[in-house]
């Protein structure tokens, strides 16, 4: 229908709209390339070492590169040294840890004037300030710590500022919430002597992928704020238990804590956490060996269900109800989650349409500052006064 054709107080009504739409958009555009945007977990670092591309420049695959980054305005990504469940068993976990933060070093020193490592809090701002994109350092999986807390300190000295304690399966730290042998029952007696050294040394510690016994343990030991880096909200998605329940956001805002929402569909809707245990299902019924193929022809008959910007939204304002603004922040997994995201969530460059949608549910300049970087910021400064005293 022609808009001649409509009442004129209904052509008022939408171009109102159409133009308050645009104003928002204009205005998270800026506030994008204003104000510093912490993302707490991006796995480019295996990425790149499974499939090397030259992330100063434009990429064909992956979620992140400069450009984009720079479009998106993301200037403070923290790399996730992830190292697989395997390397509990068979070794070499530490060595793979020092190759990854190789590479993110490798990465600043080819493109100084796009990067630059960041090793304390105060140093975003500053490099902020230079045009360039600050790299912090979390670890993805305690193995490379080996039980020794010597290495915990080696770590600290690379870079790196967070631990996820472990990964998908148990470790020699604490259980996974993925992996049902719960061995320690929570956090190993090494694992509860690591979480005192985390705090004197001033390293984060990250409680996403734990069991909800480590978790509880971890916040009663614990001296300083924690952080789930990647973790979204079980009341969506039930019995989803690397996902936390509302008795965990509570302790963690009683903590002093951040939650740090995850992107992927999975962790958002419970529509696509069961297409997973679905497509698992049928793989191993179908006695096929390359998932991968598999997959493809799964979706083709049963497309994958994406969440919505809207569904992400959600769980913000579900933390915010819950406990306040205070307690919540973005830690997406892009390039970790393989192609599950969400529909306008599909890259770097598109922390903006979050932004928006933050507008547009009445969230104020401040308030959405507090969830692009200063809830996090707080947290990592709390962590670093503590240690400084200890």
Do not use: C
Request: charged share 20%; aromatic share 10%.
């Amino acid at each position: 229908m022609r808009l001649s054709a409509l009442p004129f107080s209904l052509v008022l009504t939408l171009i109102s709209g159409q133009s308050l739409a645009s104003d928002l958009a204009t205005k998270a555009q800026q506030l994008a390339q204003q104000k510093l945007i912490i993302d707490t977990h991006i796995d480019v670092p295996y990425r790149l070492h499974e499939d090397w591309e030259d992330v100063t420049q434009a990429t064909k695959r992956g979620e992140f590169d400069y450009p984009r980054a720079k479009a998106g305005g993301l200037n403070a990504p923290f790399m996730s040294i992830y190292i697989p469940s395997s390397y509990e068993k068979n070794g070499g976990g530490y060595q793979f840890a020092n190759q990854l933060i190789d590479g993110m070093e490798a990465l600043v020193a080819r493109a100084p004037d796009k990067f630059a490592m960041a090793y304390h809090s105060n140093d975003l701002a500053e490099q902020f300030t230079q045009g360039k994109i600050s790299l912090a350092l979390g670890m993805e999986n305690g193995t490379p710590i080996e039980g020794k807390l010597e290495n915990l300190q080696h770590f600290y000295d690379r870079g790196i500022r967070y631990i996820t304690l472990t990964h998908s399966e148990s470790n020699h730290i604490a259980d996974s919430s993925y992996d049902l042998r719960r061995q320690w029952k929570g956090l190993s007696p090494f694992g509860k002597k690591l979480v005192t050294a985390m705090n004197n040394t001033g390293v984060m510690i990250d409680i996403s992928h734990v069991s909800d016994a480590a978790f509880y343990q971890v916040v009663e030991l614990s001296k300083a704020p924690v952080i789930a880096s990647h973790s979204s909200l079980r009341a969506f998605v039930p019995g989803f238990e690397r996902n936390m329940d509302d008795k965990m956001i509570k302790a963690l805002a009683k903590n002093g804590g951040v939650i740090q929402i995850n992107f992927g569909s999975a962790f958002i809707v419970q529509a696509a956490n069961q297409w997973g245990l679905q497509r698992d299902a049928a793989f191993k019924a179908s006695g096929q060996t390359d998932k991968d193929a598999f997959t493809a022809e799964y979706k083709k008959q049963q497309p994958y269900p994406f969440a919505s910007l809207e569904k992400v939204l959600d769980h913000i304002d579900y933390v915010v109800k819950l406990v306040g603004i205070d307690y919540v922040g973005i830690g997406s997994d892009f390039d970790g989650v393989g192609d599950s995201l969400p529909e306008q969530l599909k890259d770097v460059s598109m922390y903006p349409n979050l932004i928006k949608g933050l507008l547009e549910r009445g969230y104020s300049e401040q308030d959405i500052e507090k969830v692009l970087s200063g809830n996090l910021l707080r947290v990592w400064r709390a962590v670093e006064d503590y240690a400084a005293k200890h």
